[in-house]
């Protein structure tokens, strides 16, 4: 196991709702990594934060948001849910430069009705 | 942005056979090429991962190697066992931006027959 959690394991929700999804890291792994995997795709990165700040983000839209808290635990909120937001959603967290290992979560399956 | 391709979708190989699976990048600034394993319904798991400093780096029946100037890497895996069957994913990862941007492949789904 990688010592990132993810909550919850599955969700439902309807078009034009909104969810927040939630992750936690192990201590000092102060950099994490949200991503949007669609059913027999590859992972698509969607943000990042370092030290509870964005510095970087993938070609997601606005509606994709997230927060990093200082106790290594994150969220991404989506709003405005859309049928195609259905996915399993992945967390990864690092230690940061120079190392570039990622330690992912086990996901939460979206699914949007 | 970086565009990585990955070949090929699906492998089928029988047991003690060897797979290899091919990538390629787009982005010159790429240094840092993972290559995770996926189980249905689990998460991507790292099973070998390669620098761009190095050309090849192997871990028992797992190798990769990497060819900078013509931008691709592949995996090898060989006497291949039934629990080697999953969703393979090559990745390249650049920190040009400031900040470390993974870009996943498609994935190879392998089966190994027993």
């Known amino acids: 196991e990688t010592g990132v959690t993810q909550s919850p394991t599955h969700l439902i929700k309807t078009r034009g709702q909104q969810v927040t999804l939630r992750c936690s890291s192990q201590s000092g792994h102060n950099t994490v990594s949200w991503y949007q995997q669609a059913l027999g795709q590859g992972p698509q990165f969607i943000f990042q934060y370092y030290r509870e700040e964005e510095n970087g983000r993938g070609n997601f839209p606005p509606r994709f948001s997230g927060l990093q808290f200082p106790n290594y635990s994150s969220e991404l909120n989506v709003n405005a849910l859309e049928l195609d937001d259905s996915a399993l959603y992945l967390c990864?967290?690092?230690?940061?430069?120079?190392?570039?290992?990622?330690?992912f979560g086990p996901g939460t399956r979206l699914t949007v009705l | 942005g970086e565009n990585v391709e990955q070949h090929p979708s699906t492998l089928s190989v029988q047991e003690g056979d060897s797979a290899v699976i091919k990538c390629t990048y787009s982005d010159s600034a790429s240094n840092y090429f993972p290559w995770y394993k996926q189980e249905l319904g689990k998460r991507p798991q790292l099973i070998i991962d390669?620098?761009?400093?190095?050309g090849e780096k192997k871990d028992q029946r797992i190798a990769v190697t990497l060819n900078k100037t013509a931008k691709h890497f592949s995996l090898h895996i060989t006497e291949t066992q039934p629990e080697d069957s999953a969703v393979y994913f090559c990745?390249?990862?650049?920190?040009?931006?400031?900040?470390?941007?993974?870009?996943f492949g498609t994935g190879t789904k392998l089966q190994v027959i027993p």
């Open positions: 990864a967290t690092e230690l940061g430069f120079p190392y570039n290992e990622q330690f």
């Open positions: 990745a390249a990862s650049s920190s040009s931006g400031g900040y470390q941007k993974v870009t």
């Open positions: 390669i620098r761009s400093n190095v």
